[in-house]
Structures are given as C-alpha cells and as structure tokens.
Nanobody, 123 residues
Framework: QVQLVESGGGSVQAGGSLRLSCAAS????????MGWFRQAPGKDREFAAA???????TYANFVKGRFTISRDNAKNTIYLQMNNLKPEDTAVYYCAANDDLGSPGAISGYDYWGQGTQVTVSL
C-alpha cells in the first residue's frame, strides 16, 4: 500500500518562500510520475507541478519561475520549493502519485494522494 504524507505548509507573507515535502512509503517515488496539486476554497483542484520517472519536470503556467519540484530517491521524498509566493497561491497543496503513462497534468491519472497541507499567503 502506497502512502503519501505532506508537510511544510504554513503561513507566510507575500514574497516569502516555503518548501513542501511529500514522504512516500510502500514504493519508490522514482517508479511514479509524482505531482503537486492545489485546491483553493471554492475552486477545483488544479495541477501545479510534476516530475517524471526520468527526472524531467513540468509546471503549470502560473508557477513557472517561482516553484521548483525535485526528488530525493534516497529519502523517497519529493519537494516543492515555492518562492515569491502570492496571496492567490493560498490553497491546500496535495502530493500525488501516477502509476500510468498518461499526462502529468491530468488529475484523473493519479492513483494515490496525500492528505494535503495548508499554505496561506497574506499581504
């Protein structure tokens, strides 16, 4: 059974930074497409970033240049470094694992989800 546990959320002022972590158990993160999604109050869950098995990455347009996804195979953990945060980045951030070969941005392709971690950005 694969389990994903996020951590690192919190409250920051606009322009600040946070690093989210997602620790996996049950299987190696390198065997999945791993993604970060977010869901703001009243909005649908949306794709933010993903890292493929090869290590290549892809990002949503709204995070390019500000967020960086990375993977530590030895720790079986992925990260999302978030810089220059904006109030509109406020959301619950979820880590997810995709066991298929589909598009990293497609929510429906992800098989395992973490419980989420809250990120709040204030002015």
């Amino acid at each position: 059974q694969v389990q994903l546990v996020e951590s690192g959320g919190g409250s920051v002022q606009a322009g600040g930074s946070l690093r989210l972590s997602c620790a996996a158990s049950g299987r190696a993160v390198s065997s999945f497409i791993m993604g970060w999604f977010r869901q703001a109050p009243g909005k649908d869950r949306e794709f933010a970033a993903a890292i493929r098995r090869s290590g290549s990455t892809t990002y949503a347009n709204f995070v390019k240049g500000r967020f960086t996804i990375s993977r530590d195979n030895a720790k079986n953990t992925i990260y999302l470094q978030m810089n220059n945060l904006k109030p509109e980045d406020t959301a619950v951030y979820y880590c997810a694992a995709n066991d298929d070969l589909g598009s990293p941005g497609a929510i429906s392709g992800y098989d395992y989800w973490g419980q989420g971690t809250q990120v709040t950005v204030s002015l």
